[in-house]
């Protein structure tokens, strides 16, 4: 292979596009905790949760205590924390920042653990997602 050819092919390769992807294709992830889980004696868990959906740094989700009642938050995520407002059951909206632990598919709030989604169905009877595109919707 020439200096020709081999500066052709980058050219050939350079104008495809096959370069890094760009920031509006950034994957969302959707990431599930809880914190001070208890199992009780007729088979429901008690405890804390957030369900959230993050693309690049902004987060979107459900906060709340299993078979209870959750808040919507939003917001972004700055110097491993995260900072944002949170929405009760009448879209009522009050600040919050919370510490933000991790990388990757291993990212929580602080004091949470990461658990996966059929987990997260076991403690808290429901599915997670539904929370999650509420919140989506609805903040």
């Not at 369900?51 to 205590?65: E, I, L, N, Q, T």
């Not at 972004?76 to 009448?90: A, C, P, V």
């Not at 009050?94 to 658990?115: C, D, H, L, N, Y």
């Not at 599915?127 to 919707?137: A, G, L, Q, S, W």
């Amino acid at each position: 292979m020439g200096t020709k050819t081999v500066m052709i092919l980058a050219l050939a390769i350079g104008s495809v596009g096959l370069g890094a992807p760009t920031a509006a294709a950034t994957p969302s992830r959707d990431l599930y905790m809880v914190k001070d889980v208890q199992a009780t004696g007729d088979g429901t868990y008690v405890g804390d949760f957030a369900a959230v959906r993050k693309k690049g740094k902004s987060v979107v989700g459900a906060v709340g205590s299993f078979y209870s009642e959750y808040t919507c938050i939003r917001g972004r995520i700055s110097g491993h924390r995260l900072r944002g407002t949170s929405y009760n059951e009448f879209g009522d909206p009050t600040p919050f920042s919370v510490r933000w632990k991790g990388s990757g598919a291993k990212q929580r709030i602080k004091g949470f653990t990461r658990v996966t989604k059929a987990d997260m169905r076991l403690y808290g009877g429901s599915n997670p997602t539904r929370m999650i595109k509420y919140c989506v919707r609805n903040t």
